[in-house]
């Protein structure tokens, strides 16, 4: 059973603090994503990764990067915190393969930025 | 620009009778299709998927359709339960830069009433 774990469920921090967002999965998935969920807009890729210290942009990189040192964790970090930035933060992970790739979700960390 | 859209925020359906949500997508190049449950303070949970291959894929009481010619995806629950009730997302993938990307709608509430 795929586990995907993020490290807060909820978050507060002020305007300007550097934040990192934790996610670690178990299952030895090549793939790793961050994306964010906000209300009216869906799920949106922030970053993802196919491989350890690789990353690439997703489609709202801004104010946002990433570290992938080992294979099994990917964090999210916040450089100086926004209020735009509050939202929910969701991790997945998926096997690289071209049939049936699943990704497999954290339960989220809600973060609001004051 | 959405490439991937859920037209109905809402939808409510009564217990025992079918619910079918909807997926436009504009992107004649995504190659497979999933269908994502999610509920509250909870990560998305893969539901089913489908190849662009195939135009039906049935597990249970759940059945997705894909019209090809029409860029459209539809997802069939029969008979609905009240445990049923949650956002359904969709999701498209595609091939970028020799990596796969999820495009994800903005997702459909689904309430069934007992």
């Known amino acids: 059973d795929v586990k995907v774990t993020q490290s807060s469920r909820y978050l507060v921090k002020r305007t300007g603090e550097k934040v990192f967002l934790e996610c670690v999965q178990d299952m030895d998935h090549e793939n790793m994503f961050w994306y964010r969920q906000d209300p009216g807009l869906g799920l949106r890729l922030i970053y993802f990764?196919?491989?350890?210290?690789?990353?690439e942009k997703g489609d709202i990189p801004e104010g946002y990067s990433v570290s992938r040192e080992k294979k099994e964790r990917f964090s999210l970090i916040l450089e100086s915190a926004s209020t735009n930035q509050t939202s929910m933060y969701l991790c997945?992970?998926?096997?690289?393969?071209?049939?049936?790739?699943?990704?497999?979700f954290g339960p989220g960390t809600r973060l609001l930025v004051l | 620009d959405q490439q991937v859209k859920q037209n109905s925020p809402s939808l409510s359906v009564q217990e025992g009778r079918i619910s079918i949500l909807n997926c436009d997508y504009t992107?004649?190049?995504?190659?497979?299709f999933l269908w994502y449950k999610k509920y509250p303070a909870e990560g998305p949970t893969f539901l089913i998927s489908?190849?662009?291959?195939?135009d039906k894929n049935e597990d249970g009481r759940f059945t997705v359709f894909l019209n090809k010619s029409a860029k459209h995806l539809s997802l069939h629950i029969v008979p609905s339960q009240p445990g049923d009730s949650a956002v359904y997302f969709c999701a498209a993938r595609s091939l970028t830069s020799g990596t796969y990307k999820y495009i994800f709608g903005t997702g459909t509430r689904l309430k069934v009433l007992a």
């Open positions: 489908i190849s662009s291959i195939k």
């Open positions: 990764s196919y491989d350890v210290k690789m990353k």
């Open positions: 992107n004649s190049m995504f190659d497979y």
């Open positions: 997945a992970s998926s096997l690289r393969r071209r049939e049936k790739e699943t990704q497999y």
